[in-house]
């Protein structure tokens, strides 16, 4: 078949599969639903919120969860929400994409990073926003090891403004992590979000197939939030992505579909780490019993190589922690003779892991 053919007769299947699509934007990841589902971790962020914007007394708070739990989504809905009622009073960043605290005031501030010293930043940060100003620094675990001391949460902890800080975090230690001048002012309250539970999967897979399709088979729907709670961790964002494929590509089926949005889905997660966590992934991989302590001699080996400077065994293990969190491993107790260790189990197909080290080492 030619290359135009095939455009054609894919753009005419796309033309007719796209005619069950309601709204493409429901199965956007960034789509906050007008109802999301109401769960006992979201009192204790509404109090927070209400409290603050009753007295300007900070009550900051560190929210911890896997990915795809809806920790960011209901944060989100909740600025929304009362924003509507007080104003404009929250200020998101994804510090993924801004990753140090110079980016991040710059971009909060609207301003060319470049040209400003951190105290010119945070002196004019101070008179942009004022009393009862919320900030909701997402995925803050990915602050880069630059910003060693964490400038900006120091600074936002210790201001007269009394501002609020709300951070999310995928790895469940990064409050061990902070320097203790920083824990000792900021005192988050820390937020565990569990993942959901069954009923909760299909109640949402159900909501958004109501939103985003003209029609949808009930027996597929119950096969996929199957799926997706057992294969997938109870990550949403699979579940979502394959009822999206399911609407475009029905030819693949539940089973096909749900096995490309979790692999792209992994992809995404592995190029998004940074050159430490890819090096313990890759040792991981490459020692087959896959035993913590001589995964972490390995990966000691292989940071010389490629001109890295390996975390102590703790960090280290503070980091097999976060990659658990996201979906990637798990960590299994086994018994070794008489004692028992742990061991790394990767989550994810190895050649994806290839593909990633390659374009980044080599």
């Known amino acids: 078949m030619e290359i135009e053919d095939y455009i054609r007769q894919k753009g005419k299947r796309l033309e007719k599969t796209s005619r069950s699509i309601r709204d493409y934007q429901v199965f956007d990841f960034n789509?906050?639903?007008?109802?999301?589902?109401?769960?006992?971790?979201?009192?204790?962020?509404?109090?927070?919120?209400?409290?603050?914007?009753?007295?300007?007394?900070?009550?900051?708070?560190?929210?911890?969860?896997?990915?795809?739990?809806?920790?960011?989504?209901?944060?989100?809905?909740?600025?929304?929400?009362?924003?509507?009622?007080?104003?404009r009073l929250f200020f998101y960043i994804n510090c993924r994409h801004h990753n140090t605290s110079f980016k991040i005031m710059a971009e909060l501030l609207d301003v060319r990073p470049r040209g400003y010293g951190l105290d010119e930043l945070w002196a004019q940060f101070q008179a942009r926003f004022g009393k009862r100003s919320v900030f909701i620094l997402d995925e803050v675990d990915l602050i880069s090891e630059k910003d060693r001391r964490k400038d900006l949460l120091y600074l936002l902890s210790r201001s007269d403004r009394n501002y609020m800080v709300v951070m999310l975090s995928n790895n469940p230690r990064f409050h061990q992590q902070l320097d203790n001048s920083i824990k000792s002012t900021l005192q988050p309250e820390i937020i565990h979000f569990r993942n959901y539970n069954a009923d909760q999967v299909m109640e949402i897979l159900k909501q958004r197939a109501r939103l985003g399709l003209y029609h949808y088979s009930a027996g597929d729907l119950a096969q996929l939030a199957g799926l997706t709670y057992k294969n997938a961790n109870a990550d949403i964002r699979v579940g979502i992505k394959t009822l999206y494929l399911c609407a475009t590509e029905p030819q693949a089926g539940v089973d096909a579909n749900f096995e490309r949005a979790r692999r792209d889905i992994v992809a995404d997660l592995i190029?998004?780490?940074?050159?430490?966590?890819?090096?313990?992934?890759?040792?991981?991989?490459?020692?087959?019993?896959?035993?913590?302590?001589?995964?972490?001699?390995?990966?000691?080996?292989?940071?010389?190589?490629?001109?890295?400077?390996?975390f102590s065994y703790v960090y280290f293990y503070s980091n097999l922690s976060y990659?658990?969190?996201?979906?990637?491993?798990?960590?299994?107790?086994?018994?070794?003779?008489?004692?028992?260790?742990?061991?790394?189990?990767?989550?994810?197909d190895a050649q994806v892991l290839g593909q990633v080290w390659q374009a980044r080492f080599q």
């Open 271 to 310: 190029h998004g780490l940074n050159d430490k966590n890819l090096l313990i992934l890759k040792a991981a991989a490459s020692v087959p019993d896959g035993h913590v302590k001589p995964v972490y001699e390995f990966y000691r080996r292989l940071s010389a190589a490629m001109h890295e400077t390996p």
């Open 323 to 348: 990659l658990q969190s996201i979906g990637l491993i798990m960590l299994v107790s086994t018994k070794v003779r008489k004692a028992y260790t742990n061991q790394i189990q990767l989550l994810f």
């Open 31 to 87: 789509y906050v639903p007008e109802r999301p589902l109401m769960r006992d971790e979201v009192r204790p962020i509404a109090d927070a919120m209400l409290r603050y914007l009753r007295t300007g007394i900070s009550n900051n708070l560190l929210i911890v969860g896997s990915r795809g739990c809806g920790k960011t989504m209901l944060v989100r809905y909740l600025a929304k929400s009362l924003e509507r009622q007080e104003g």
